[in-house]
């Protein structure tokens, strides 16, 4: 069971929804999920299950640990409000070791939530 910090958690929600400029009917058409439920989440009255969660983090471009408020040292967490996928990227895997080629705008996006956040 995920325990959802209740603070902040529907803000969150309603802010990444308006950020990436849909109605909750619009992200309703394309997520499946309704709008009263939406509206529920947003207002804090019930959490969504975690298969839903992971459908809005994944609609939204946002991360789930940013989403819910649990703090970590990760990229993700990093890039407070929405993450990077990298996952298309990889360029290359050598003895466990990952590299990656980001575009400009990826690294932008990074440095202006690392220093938006204090990160160093």
Known sequence: MIFIYSEG?????KKS?????YTQKEVEIETGISQSA?????????????????????????STDW???IKNHDLNSKVKHGYISIS????NEDNGKIYIELTPEQIKKINQANDKNNIK
């Open 17 to 21: 929804r308006l950020d990436a400029g």
């Open 9 to 13: 958690f529907s803000s969150k929600l």
């Open 38 to 62: 939406l509206t529920k989440y947003e207002n804090g009255r019930i959490e969504p299950n975690i298969e839903t969660l992971g459908i809005l983090a994944d609609f939204y471009q946002i």
């Open 88 to 91: 298309n990227n990889i360029v």
């Open 67 to 69: 989403l819910i408020g």
